[in-house]
């Protein structure tokens, strides 16, 4: 009668048998395939101030690929991070993609084999030393890494922030050209109204840094996803909806740099709208870059871990 007795010790002191949600690990071999995406019907010649590039569906032999909630673009790469902590980098080029090396966090809260651990769900990739401040959902606390992600160098949990709840926190995370830092809370997608956002004067894992508060105000029915800061200085807010049973639609704000200050009820005007020509998919990741003097924009969508449903990398121009 000893194993019965060793198999409840193992289940009350383990705690993978807990039942709890265990975070997804990718294998180091693996490799990311990119087809051709174009909407029903085909690109319209523009979106609101958006003039369509192209897109691509991401995919992989891997289990529980996707699920990306933040997207980067550092030094030629495409920098995407899951909602479990797991890193993809992409090269795109010459109209192909190639994979590179990712990596896990493995710091971070907790031990970080729970799921929940390594919720994260908003990212800033310094263009200059490669630093990343990664905000953290549910335990609502923004972390710093070194470059390339190999460890962590700080973090902060904002008072301003512990009420933010278990799955409504960071969603969005900026650092504003004057090297101030601004985060808007996702709030509920049914929630009506503003949401409370935290502008710090600088580097929020740093002790001391000063915090005020704010809000943001998103388009009727909406809820904020992730955010970017143009070449101008203003922030470009993703926003997106969820209609039943399973369509999603995505609205980009565009605000003004001079608006955001201590304070401040943050809005602005819906510059793009984007249901279908995204798949109806779930846009949690936007980020922006230059090429040749010309302003980009991006968006990944988050498949919520269902193998059935799209990754999407899409790529537009903006119209100024």
């Known amino acids: 009668m000893r194993w019965p007795i060793a198999l409840m010790m193992t289940v009350l002191l383990v705690p993978p048998w807990s039942g709890e949600p265990r975070r997804a690990l990718y294998r180091h071999d693996l490799t990311v395939r990119a087809t051709r995406f174009v909407p029903p019907g085909g690109w319209p010649r523009r979106i609101g101030v958006l003039r369509p590039v192209g897109a691509v569906v991401l995919s992989a032999d891997q289990a529980g690929f996707g699920g990306f909630s933040a997207l ?5 790469q495409a920098v995407l991070l899951t909602d479990g902590g797991l890193v993809v980098r992409l090269r795109i080029a010459g109209g192909t993609v190639r994979t590179l090396p990712g990596s896990m966090l493995d710091d971070g809260p907790e031990t970080g084999w729970r799921r929940q651990a390594r919720d ?3 990212m800033v990739v310094d263009p200059a030393s490669g630093r990343t401040w990664i905000g ?8 710093r890494y070194a470059s390339g992600l ?6 902060a949990r904002p008072a301003a922030m512990r009420g ?7 969603e969005s995370l900026v650092r504003l050209v004057d090297g101030r830092f601004l985060t808007l ?3 509920g997608l049914r929630q009506v109204g503003a949401r409370p956002a935290l502008l710090f004067a600088g580097d929020p894992t740093q002790p001391g840094t000063a915090v005020a508060t704010l809000r943001y105000l998103p388009p009727a029915g909406f809820a904020p996803s992730d955010a970017a800061v143009l070449p101008d200085g203003d922030v470009l ?6 209609r039943v049973p399973l369509r999603f639609e995505a609205a980009l704000v565009r605000i003004a740099a001079a608006s955001i200050r201590p304070g401040a009820l943050l809005h602005g005007p819906v510059v793009a709208r984007l249901g279908a020509t995204l798949g109806n998919e779930n846009a949690e990741g936007v980020a922006v870059s230059r090429e040749r003097g010309v302003t980009m924009i991006w968006l990944i969508t988050d498949n919520d871990g269902y193998a059935w449903r799209k ?3 899409a790529k537009f121009r903006l119209i100024d």
Do not use: C
Request: proline share 2%; aromatic share 12%; no cysteine.
């Open 164 to 170: 933010w709840g278990e799955n409504s926190g960071p």
């Open 185 to 187: 809370r996702e709030g």
């Open 136 to 143: 953290y959902e549910r335990v609502n606390e923004i972390w």
């Open 72 to 76: 980067a673009l550092h030094r030629g």
């Open 120 to 122: 994260t769900e908003s």
């Open 311 to 313: 990754t999407i990398l």
């Open 150 to 155: 190999a460890h962590a160098e700080g973090w």
């Open 237 to 242: 807010v993703l926003n997106r909806r969820w």
